[in-house]
């Protein structure tokens, strides 16, 4: 009986070895999703991006948007539910909601197109959106008034010399 709960132990253990899956997502960043180097095809994966742009439509009543983290962006389908819960999406005026998303990675989607995308289990907002500063720096605007001032002596001295002639 004993040999028998020892085959037992060591068959879950292979198992588990075998089927990384069991042990829950792996953690990611979005450039190592949109990279040379992305995991493996179907993986179920989990990380953190802002969302940008706007919830795009996408088959059977789901959402597509758009993420970005380190400069890199990655389309992510979600329920319709899901989506509407972000409040911000990023554009210049604002930073969007970041999201912390656990989903199916999908190198080659066929449901859409090819495409490289994440399908989410779970959405859940980590960090609510703000509004971006953007500082107006006064020596542009020197600059652009020393560049539209020569501009404008550059043409009333291609003028004069046309008269002459």
């Known amino acids: 009986?004993?040999?028998?709960?020892?085959?037992?132990?060591?068959?879950?253990?292979?198992?588990?070895?075998?089927v990384p899956a069991w042990a829950g997502p792996i953690e990611v960043t979005v450039p190592d999703l949109a990279g040379f180097t992305p995991p493996e095809d179907g993986a179920r994966v989990v990380f953190e991006a802002e969302a940008i742009g706007e919830a795009l439509r996408a088959p059977e009543g789901r959402r597509w948007v758009n993420v970005l983290a380190k400069d890199a962006p990655i389309g992510v389908v979600m329920e319709e539910g899901q989506a509407r819960s972000i409040t911000h999406f990023?554009?210049?005026?604002?930073?969007?909601?970041?999201?912390?998303?656990?989903?199916?990675?999908?190198?080659?989607?066929?449901?859409?197109?090819?495409?490289?995308?994440?399908?989410?289990?779970?959405?859940?907002?980590?960090?609510?959106?703000?509004?971006?500063?953007?500082?107006?720096?006064?020596?542009?605007?020197?600059?652009?008034?020393?560049?539209?001032?020569?501009?404008?002596?550059?043409?009333?001295?291609?003028?004069?010399?046309?008269?002459?002639?």
């Open 90 to 165: 990023g554009d210049y005026r604002r930073n969007g909601d970041t999201l912390r998303i656990v989903g199916i990675f999908n190198l080659a989607c066929d449901e859409h197109g090819g495409d490289r995308d994440v399908h989410a289990e779970s959405v859940e907002i980590v960090r609510i959106g703000s509004l971006r500063e953007h500082r107006v720096e006064w020596w542009k605007g020197v600059v652009g008034l020393v560049a539209g001032a020569a501009g404008l002596v550059g043409i009333r001295l291609s003028v004069r010399r046309r008269r002459r002639y």
């Open 1 to 18: 009986m004993s040999r028998s709960i020892v085959a037992c132990v060591l068959l879950v253990a292979a198992l588990s070895a075998a």
